[in-house]
């Protein structure tokens, strides 16, 4: 009897010990945020609500898309998110990061968020939602908040992506640095870019915007700070822009508008910004075309060898591993959705 109960024991004890080594418990691990603030995280690779407009465009490419469980996005004012990536149409879409609550996303089993600012990352904490700031403004700040993310993704597709991408731009950046060493001041066309016409809205300096403008071989014609600045037709009149851009969802002025009676629009130097998974003009990802699109736009015999349609299919492909169409290329660079 003494030696069955040994037996006994001993094989309890062996699979026990055999189940602790097949499910480990979950660990976490330590993430710095953009803001500074370290927050831990599970290992398990929980659901994600991903809170900022610009970041999921990040999430998707780096390969969690099947993990976003809430998303600011939605398949109305983002299509081509949707398309791309149409497992996200499972989430629950449209929850603004001012409004998101705590209570609803640990409901959800939400385990990781990202948010725009320090502000709400820290209210979103108190209250048990391990959440990361995101926030950027500047190119080297949005290569950062992009490892950061991986990080917090922790596979080795979100590793490896981030990596490709910040390959991609340091190496688009050497090539605009150097093809546009030599342009002095003068020959930087001032570049207006506008967000809204109705109210009329534009995006002045110390914004990301500012930051292509410049690295694309342009001077800012805005003067004052900030992003959704709004401004009067007699403000932009006096700063007499070279080159208008405007954002595709704005569209261009009518033929009644007065910003037709400005010279960049007399000289056909007003264009409407490509958009697809996200705006290329504003902070996701597709800052790297942006940044291509517009040095081509401003310095066109430095750039003859762009082919932004091309540059366009190669980026789907490679970041969202979605084979682009001719068509579909043409619609995302006129800043159009896609066809129904």
């Known amino acids: 009897m003494a030696s069955l109960l040994t037996r006994l024991c001993c094989s309890t004890l062996l699979i026990a010990g055999l189940g602790s080594f097949i499910a480990p418990a979950a660990t976490a691990r330590s993430v710095t945020d953009m803001s500074g603030h370290t927050v831990e995280i599970k290992d398990d690779h929980p659901p994600i609500a991903d809170l900022w407009f610009a970041h999921n465009e990040i999430s998707v490419m780096l390969g969690a898309a099947d993990r976003i469980r809430v998303s600011a996005e939605n398949p109305v004012d983002s299509p081509w998110l949707f398309k791309v990536a149409p497992v996200m149409k499972n989430a629950h879409t449209g929850v603004r990061p001012d409004t998101a609550s705590a209570e609803n996303l640990l409901a959800l089993n939400i385990g990781l968020a990202f948010v725009p600012t320090a502000a709400k990352a820290e209210e979103l904490r108190r209250m048990g939602v391990p959440t990361l700031c995101a926030e950027y403004t500047t190119l080297p700040q949005m290569l ?30 050497k090539q605009l640095s150097t093809r546009l060493a030599n342009v002095p001041a003068k020959d930087r066309p001032r570049v207006l870019h506008i967000a809204r016409l109705n109210p009329l809205q534009i995006d002045g300096t110390d914004t990301l915007i500012d930051a292509w403008i410049q690295t694309a071989g342009g001077q800012n014609a805005a003067t004052v700070s900030g992003n959704h600045r709004p401004v009067s037709f007699e403000q932009i009149a006096v700063w007499n822009p070279d080159v208008i851009i405007i954002g ?13 009676s400005l010279a960049a629009f007399k000289n056909g130097r007003a264009w409407i910004n490509p958009r697809g998974v996200f705006a290329w003009d504003r902070y996701g990802a597709e800052e790297l075309l942006q940044l291509q699109w517009v040095a081509q736009k401003l310095h066109p015999d430095l750039f003859t060898d762009t082919d932004m349609h091309k540059a366009t299919q190669a980026f789907y492909r490679k970041f969202f591993h979605y084979p682009l169409t001719d068509q579909e290329a043409d619609l995302i660079l006129a800043g159009k959705p896609p066809a129904p």
Do not use: C, I
Request: aromatic residues 2%; hydrophobic residues 40%.
């Open 248 to 260: 595709a969802p704005a569209g261009m002025p009518n033929a009644a508008s007065p910003l037709r």
């Open 144 to 173: 950062k908040s992009m490892d950061m993310t991986a990080q917090a993704l922790d596979t080795p597709e979100a590793s490896s992506a981030a990596q490709s991408y910040r390959q991609d731009m340091e190496a688009t950046l």
